[in-house]
Nanobody, 124 residues
């Protein structure tokens, strides 16, 4: 099992940047694919980005491609989401999630482990 704790959210203006962190505890962090999802009020939770076990591959939602970067440091048991050029539509609670396998990686219900979420608010 793995426990996840996000941090780094906040209130920023459009065009600014934030970096989210997700610290994992438990065993074998490098055995998990790590993902970021977000959920805006009244909307379903949606895929943002994932990074594979050793960080060799990353995948992004079209809405964040070119603006967000996911990375991980397996020595620190931490995954990051660097968010640049933020837009008001990026406003949401951001969650990190972990799973062992790659199949259907955009589906939230495929991830058994979740953090509590961190709020990101982007004002116009």
């Amino acid at each position: 099992q793995v426990q996840l704790v996000e941090s780094g959210g906040g209130l920023v203006q459009a065009g600014e940047s934030l970096r989210l962190s997700c610290a994992a505890s438990g065993r074998a962090f490098s055995a998990y694919i790590m993902g970021w999802f977000r959920q805006a009020p009244g909307k379903e939770r949606e895929f943002v980005a994932i990074i594979t076990w050793n960080g060799d591959s990353t995948y992004y939602a079209d809405s964040v491609k070119g603006r967000f970067t996911i990375s991980r440091d397996n020595a620190k048991n931490t995954v990051y989401l660097q968010m640049n050029s933020l837009k008001p539509e990026d406003t949401a609670v951001y969650y990190c999630a972990a799973r062992r396998f790659m199949t259907n990686y955009v589906a939230p219900n495929e991830y058994p482990y979740w953090g509590q979420g961190t709020q990101v608010t982007v004002s116009s």
